[in-house]
């Protein structure tokens, strides 16, 4: 019989050795990698049809979110504005710009915008925004300065860790009612003490009640 | 369209998985492997049950035989796998398949979510949010009939049907057929663009060819025109068909239904000299006699008829009042099933039963003649008297298929007893009339083959499949349609049998899809709102009739408001209609009660011979699950197991377990079935207590052009079926053939392994013994019934049997382990160190989700298991696997029987997730997919679970459904559009059970949050409960204290009070799911209580079931675990 091996395979044997020392830590890299939401795109601000800025109708027009976002305090879904919306502004001001040139396609020829959805969650895990505004909690903490956002980004990773970071400790996050939808408001008070007070006051449910798997998964 | 809303998860589909496709009856499911078909020693049947003392319940006659082979099926470890996975790896496969499996887990975990977009409206209509649904009032109708529902709608798309309490022929619930009404708006295989001779046309081509006929037939005043109609009741379709009779006096309108209730009519014909529609009054009725007549399932107005019936029969709050259902039956029906006495004669007695209770009442003209076999004088006396005495509260009723003379009877009968105008009043036809619609088909034939039909529109109907077999309306079409000068079209909402034969096929606007109007069985009108608008280019019956009158008006819409606008002259029209459409009727619309005056009663002789083995009787009756068979290509109805004979998929020729040993046959044979010169080949299912000497075989099977999902499937009756016996034929031979075909019956599937306390069953007069703790619910488990009295004190959590409380504590559960869930606990302070109190606007303790299913209410509908698919978007998954055990439903209803092999009576059981506090399926899962709520609802978290299946092997109860194979549909676009978005339809390798409708409690929460308000009684609502006719099914909170002004729940209410027991509490799970018992009321003087023995299941010396009696807990747990996949 034959010889199987040609003798430059205990090259590649020896080689092995070294080979195995040096992949360990570079699957160490790759978990790390893995681990701090590689592919989560935070921070990438993303194409849209129209180049809509945050920064410009939050920030320099001081638009409030629920002027386009009308259901967020009514449904688990915040609410797009149709066209409509944006035309009952922009029939007037900037009536002519080629940017804008999109909405008054989708006005005249009655086919929607489509926007490349941003906040995206895994369609197995459900999110009601109306319960959040009712307890509390901030659109800046999950969204992000939107008013400091030319065009939209994800602030937050949105995994499931983060998520229970709040529905664990929600004393950490919650914010008085009235400032849920002012973006740039900082707590005057020490948060700890305010939330501890705001999650009595609000009746927050507590953290074993908003960590069942069903709160978000059903 | 708004997108921007989740279409449901990891999309799959739920409903029409088009499984036929590869469930086609395959060569390599081995019968005996599958479902075993053992000859059955009926003699060593009869003596095992004989020998058992006191209440047994058994499942099925193979269940009582015991056979080895039955033993190795049940025992078999893994009833859910398919043969061809049992059979011995090799090294190298098991290699090459642990290889791919490490390779495709590694692939699977780098995929990235697909980039989605946001599609918002143009300019979104005020009344939309995104999110939230929207509920609209339409009617559904079944046969014509209307049943109000509301539809719920999420940006649009319809997604949900529900009863319209204000309907009355709902009150808030529905049936099979509406559930799945849904289905078939979405099914990808309706027709969706008009064809001529084959070739796709448009709606406005159809219109302009048909103008010269049209205008041809009116010059000579509409002779040569027929049309076909299937039943209807819309006023406004009436009036358009009496302008068309205007137009084209020479024209022929006929309507054709198998189905027909043209007995019903002939009936007041000969009781009353004219046609009547009987509305009957069950909440009144203490006394009822039905002949042959399944109102639970099959007449006109089921849903209000179950439910006003199951009313009478609630012995809760004291009440000691209830009725009594006497049933006299050609074949095994389920209200016979629910009756408290029972007499199976052969359909032809009937008759003859009738007469004798109508000669005993007084009736004149009866003419009773000999009594069946079998049925004894003292019976016939004994229901007689108890009708007389109860007089006025007495109801008799028949049913469509006995004849006129049967219906006469009745009628005469409570005309006797004081009944009309009582429990039963009659109105004015409800159905739109045109003749005898038996003999429609008749008529067109032989107008046919004489050459006087130029032009026939069919409309609804498929007479080219459901024509009986003496007339050869198929020829007479193909003819007709290849005539010169003739003209054939077909309206309907598949392109089907008929379709194939006509020149010309529309597409039927589906009812969620149109404007139209329909009448309820006591003449109640609705107008039936569209909750969508066409998903393809389809019209209604009325744009087609417009189209003939070559009206102005020529929209549905306005056509149905141009008619009701006449109709109400001098009233705010607008006003009217929006009441009508947010109301969901029309007022005062409600047809008045005739008074009606019987003459003497004529009846023509009865010529019935009684059946014998060899010239036996053959039963004709509505499929129950695809009734003619228009439902065949539903695979929510053809999936959902069968009333009785829990058949899916396949019907077949029933007969009593008897009558099979006499003629040598055993489940699933093939016979030959003679009648006259007509045969059919057919299988054989046998059904305990279906009368002797005859069969009975289900319409609707048999299709050819159903669809995928019905063409093949079952054994088309109407082969066998003549005019002159549509329902009833005698004569009939059945000659063994030697062949066999599969059977996918659900009876054996998912069988708990526990032969004692899964049933608890008593009768009325048992319960005043001592209504407090009915002797029935205490009989076993804790030996002693004093020391059960003690489990019942006010504590709603005793259904849960917490094991033996100790004499000293009695609140303290006698348990080493810790308790777990706050829950739990009635007293927050005994809440404990890691203390979880709830907060939220909730009271505490924290929400305790339970249930009670209240078997003496459960007719056995299976409404809610199709209720449940349509929520929770759950899959079908077709013949071949409903065969392998298989199927997803996620509440089944397990049928058991007791008494004798020959009359068996049934209980049925709605089995859902028990949602144990001490869930046995929880510690098992490896990757903590399933877990505990805080509010007590056993979660199963689908994105965690990774397939093991360790929680279906140890779950007793045997509630968990695996997807072996990818069921859900994921790609066909029209499936997705009905799923429910707030359910994650589930993928392959995932496993699934009920979760309390987990979505619908968590909206309740939030929206009471949002309100500052707690959660009252009454606002989570399961599907299951919904869609309950009979209220059979409550959910509730159980820690709720403080609704219905202060008294609690409803579901804490039935758990504390005598007659609520958990399954299998021997095994300490705590079921939040419990049961309360069933109650018959049977007649004293048939049925003497001392032959009644104790109640109860299951008194000592049982092993007829073949289980251990000693350890009642560790056979359970033994049996519970070794009966599921893998371990």
């Known amino acids: 019989m034959a010889q199987l091996f040609h003798p430059s395979t205990n090259v590649l044997a020896k080689l092995s050795i070294v080979g195995v020392a040096a992949v360990v830590p570079l699957l160490g890299v790759a978990v790390y990698f893995f681990n701090m939401n590689y592919g989560a795109e935070v921070r990438v601000p993303k194409e849209q049809p129209v180049e809509f800025s945050h920064r410009h109708h939050v920030g320099d027009d001081g638009i409030d979110c629920r002027y386009c976002h009308t259901s967020v305090d009514k449904s688990n879904n915040a609410g797009m504005p149709s066209t409509y919306t944006c035309m009952t502004c922009h029939s007037q001001l900037w009536s002519d710009s080629p940017e804008l040139e999109p909405v008054r396609e989708s006005f005249r020829t009655g086919t929607p915008i489509q926007w490349d959805r941003v906040h995206d969650l895994p369609d197995f895990a459900y999110f009601n925004h109306s319960i959040h505004v009712k307890k509390g909690v901030g659109c800046v903490s999950c969204h992000g300065r939107v008013d400091e956002m030319p065009l939209i980004w994800k602030e937050k990773d949105l995994t499931m860790k983060w998520c229970l970071d709040c529905h664990r400790k929600p004393e950490d996050f919650v914010r008085p009612r009235e400032r849920v939808f002012d973006i740039a408001w900082t707590p005057e008070e020490d948060q700890k003490k305010m939330g501890e007070r705001l999650v009595k006051e609000y009746h927050v449910l507590n953290s074993f009640q908003l960590t069942n798997c069903s709160t978000c998964h059903h | 369209m708004q997108d921007q809303t989740k279409t449901g998860g990891q999309a799959g589909r739920g409903g029409a998985s088009h499984p036929a496709v590869e469930s086609a009856p395959t060569a390599f499911v081995s019968l005996d492997e599958i479902a075993p078909s053992p000859k059955l020693d009926l003699e060593r049947i009869r003596q095992r049950l004989e020998g058992t003392r006191g209440r047994e319940f058994w499942r099925s006659l193979e269940e009582v035989a015991d056979t080895p082979e039955f033993r190795r099926y049940i025992e078999r470890e893994f009833p859910h796998a398919a043969p061809r996975d049992m059979q011995p790896l090799s090294r190298r496969n098991f290699l090459q398949l642990m290889g791919a499996t490490l390779a495709l887990a590694g692939i699977s975990g780098c995929a990235y979510q697909p980039p989605e977009k946001i599609v918002p409206y143009i300019e979104q209509p005020e009344s939309v949010v995104p999110g939230k649904p929207n509920y609209y009032a339409t009617a559904f109708d079944r046969g014509g009939y209307a049943i109000g529902i509301l539809g719920e709608t999420h940006v649009g798309r319809p997604t949900k049907l529900e009863g319209n309490p204000a309907h009355p022929a709902s009150l808030g619930a529905t049936d099979i057929f509406t559930q799945a009404s849904l289905l078939m708006l979405y099914d990808p295989e309706r027709s969706r663009s008009a064809r001529y001779l084959g070739s796709d046309q448009t709606w406005e081509q159809f219109q302009a060819a048909i103008l010269e006929p049209i205008r041809a037939a009116r010059a000579r005043r509409g002779a040569g025109v027929w049309l076909l109609m299937s039943p209807s009741t819309s006023p406004t379709l009436g009036a358009q068909l009496q302008r068309f009779r205007q137009r084209f006096p020479g024209a022929r309108v006929l309507v054709h239904d198998a189905v027909s209730r043209e007995n019903v009519y002939a009936g007041t014909r000969m009781a009353f000299g004219q046609e009547l529609q009987p509305v009957y009054d069950f909440a009144q009725a203490q006394r009822i006699l039905s002949l042959d007549a399944d109102f639970l399932t099959n007449e006109v107005a089921n849903v209000r008829y179950a439910h006003d019936f199951m009313r009478g029969r609630r012995v809760r709050d004291g009440q000691t009042e209830m009725n009594r259902l006497y049933m006299v039956e050609g074949t095994m029906s389920l209200t016979g099933a629910n009756a408290d006495h029972r007499l199976g004669v052969a359909p032809s007695q009937v008759e003859a039963v009738a007469r004798a209770i109508a000669a005993a009442l007084g009736v004149g003209g009866a003419n009773p003649g000999v009594l069946p076999d079998g049925v004894a004088q003292e019976w016939i006396t004994a229901v007689a008297n108890d009708l007389r005495e109860h007089g006025g509260r007495s109801l008799v009723l028949a049913g469509p298929e006995q004849s006129a003379a049967v219906h006469a009877l009745a009628h005469a009968i409570n005309g006797a007893v004081g009944a009309v105008g009582r429990t039963v009043t009659y109105v004015e036809p409800v159905e739109l009339r045109f003749g005898d619609s038996n003999n429609s088909l008749r008529q067109l034939t032989d107008a046919i083959s004489a050459n006087q039909v130029d032009a026939l529109i069919i409309v609804g109907a498929n007479p080219a499949y459901t024509a009986p077999a003496d007339v050869p309306f198929a020829e007479a079409l193909k003819s007709l349609s290849s005539g010169a000068g003739k003209v054939t079209v077909h309206m309907g909402l598949y392109e089907d049998e008929t379709a194939a034969l006509c020149q010309w096929h529309l597409p039927q606007s589906h009812y969620l899809e149109a404007w139209s109007d329909a009448r309820a069985f006591d003449g109640t009108a609705s107008i039936v709102q569209p909750l969508i608008q066409p998903l393809y280019a389809t019209h209604s019956v009325h744009e087609l009739v417009a189209t003939l009158l070559e009206d102005d008006i020529l929209t549905g819409l306005e056509i149905v408001r141009d008619y009701w606008r006449r109709r109400s002259p001098g009233t705010n029209f607008d006003d009217l209609w929006y009441q009508a459409l947010t109301r969901g009727i029309v007022p005062n619309t409600k047809a008045p009660a005739r008074t009606v005056s019987a003459g003497a009663l004529a009846l023509p002789a009865s010529e019935a011979q009684p059946p014998t083995a060899q010239a036996a009787e053959i039963a004709f009756r509505p499929d129950p699950t695809i009734w003619d068979g228009q439902w065949a290509n539903s695979g929510w109805l053809q999936e959902l197991p069968k009333h009785i004979s829990t058949l899916t998929w396949d019907n077949a020729v029933m007969m009593s377990p008897e009558m099979a040993q006499q003629l040598g046959l055993t489940k699933e044979d093939m016979v030959d079935l003679r009648l006259g010169d007509r045969t059919l080949q057919a299988a054989v299912w046998t059904v305990p207590g279906h009368p002797k000497n005859s069969v009975t075989l289900t319409l609707g099977y048999g299709r050819e052009r159903a669809g995928r999902l019905g063409n093949g499937f079952g054994f088309n009756a109407y082969r066998l079926r003549g005019t002159d016996a549509l329902w009833n034929a005698s004569g009939l031979q059945i000659v063994k053939t030697g062949r ?45 019934p004093e020391d059960a009295a003690q489990d019942t004190g006010n504590d709603p959590h005793v259904g849960t049997e917490r094991p033996g409380p100790g004499p000293e504590h009695p609140d303290v559960p006698n348990t080493l382990y810790p308790q777990m869930w706050p829950s739990d606990r009635q007293n927050p302070q005994d809440a404990g160190p890691g203390t979880y109190t709830a907060q939220g606007y909730n009271s505490q303790p924290i929400p305790a989700w339970g249930m009670v299913i209240d078997l003496n209410a459960c007719i056995g509908c299976h409404a809610c298991t199709i209720a449940c698919q349509a929520e929770n978007n759950i899959a079908t998954v077709g013949k071949d696997q409903v065969l392998m055990n298989r199927e997803m439903h996620w509440i089944r209803i397990d049928q058991y029987h007791t008494g004798t092999v020959e009359d068996p009576e049934r209980v049925f059981e709605p089995v859902p997730c ?90 309740a929460r939030i929206e009471a949050e949002k309100e500052e308000r707690r959660i009252e009684d009454g606002d989570v609502i399961t599907a299951c409960a919904q869609v309950c006719p009979t209220e059979a099914i409550i959910f509730g909170n159980i820690n709720d204290d403080y609704s219905n002004q202060g008294r609690g729940s409803r579901v804490r209410q039935l758990k504390a009070g005598p007659f609520n027991y958990g399954l299998l509490t021997e095994l300490n799970t705590m079921p939040r799911t419990t049961y309360l018992a069933k109650l018959r009321n049977p007649n004293p003087v048939i049925e003497p209580a001392a032959a009644h023995g104790a109640g109860g299941h299951g008194a000592a010396g049982h092993d007829a079931g073949g289980h251990g009696t000693e350890s009642q807990g560790a056979a359970g747990a033994h049996g519970a675990a070794g009966n599921e996949e893998g371990h």
């Not at chain 2, 059977?743 to 209504?771: M, N, V």
């Not at chain 2, 990757?927 to 929680?951: D, F, L, Q």
């Open chain 2, 740 to 784: 066999r075909y599969p059977l996918a019956g659900t009876q054996h599937h998912f069988t708990l392994a526990a032969e004692r306390g899964l049933i608890k069953y008593g009768t009325l007069s048992q319960l005043l013994e001592d209504p407090k703790h009915p002797p029935f619910l205490h009989q076993e488990h804790h030996g002693a």
């Open chain 2, 914 to 1003: 028990m949602h144990c506090e001490k869930a046995p399926c929880e510690p098992v899962c490896p990757v903590e997919a399933t877990s505990h709520s805080a509010e007590g609802i056993n979660e199963m978290t689908y994105n965690r679970c990774i397939g093991t299946r360790y929680c279906s092997n140890n779950c007793p109860y045997k509630v968990r459904r695996f997807n072996f194979l990818q069921f859900s549909d994921q790609h066909t676009p029209s499936i997705q559009l009905m799923r429910n978005p707030d359910v994650t339809t589930r993928s392959r390798g995932v496993m699934e059970k009920c979760t309390y409708c987990i979505q619908r409690i968590n909206l």
